[in-house]
């Protein structure tokens, strides 16, 4: 039998959870446009598709949020996510950054170039 879970478990399961519901309302913003698309596409006449048309338009928005979800996992992870911030920070080498448990600063050189004086 196990015991009551400590705080963190507790943070990082409701961390998770946020971040889940996130991942799931966008995917749902950004594809329901698409189903509406193809369902317009069956039952519009060819006239609606022509360029001016209602499903013209519809369409190209349609295809632009479903770009915008493939790419909007990252940023939703980066940042609401703390254990993906501080995997990613270690995984860039910013170590101090991660066990600070701080937002990782993405401005801060990997590798230091010394440039030689004339």
Same mark, same amino acid.
């Given at each position: ?16 959870? $946020? @971040?889940? !519901?996130?991942?799931?309302?966008? +995917?749902? #913003? ?8 193809? %369902? ?24 632009? $949020? @479903?770009? !915008?979800?493939?790419?909007?996992? +990252?940023? #939703? ?8 911030? %501080? ?27 010394? !440039?030689?004086?004339?």
């Amino acid at each position: 039998m196990q015991g009551p879970k400590t705080s963190t478990t507790t943070s990082q399961d409701n961390n998770v959870t $946020l @971040v889940l !519901v996130i991942v799931v309302l966008v +995917f749902t #913003v950004c594809q329901a446009p698409a189903l509406a698309t193809q %369902l317009m596409w069956s039952l519009l006449s060819d006239v609606a598709r022509d360029c001016g048309g209602l499903q013209y338009y519809f369409g190209r928005i349609s295809n632009l $949020l @479903v770009v !915008v979800n493939s790419a909007a996992n +990252f940023p #939703v992870y980066l940042f609401f996510n703390t254990r993906f911030r %501080l995997v990613l920070g270690q995984m860039l080498g910013y170590a101090a950054a991660a066990a600070a448990d701080v937002t990782v600063r993405m401005c801060a050189p990997l590798v230091q170039l010394s !440039v030689p004086r004339a």
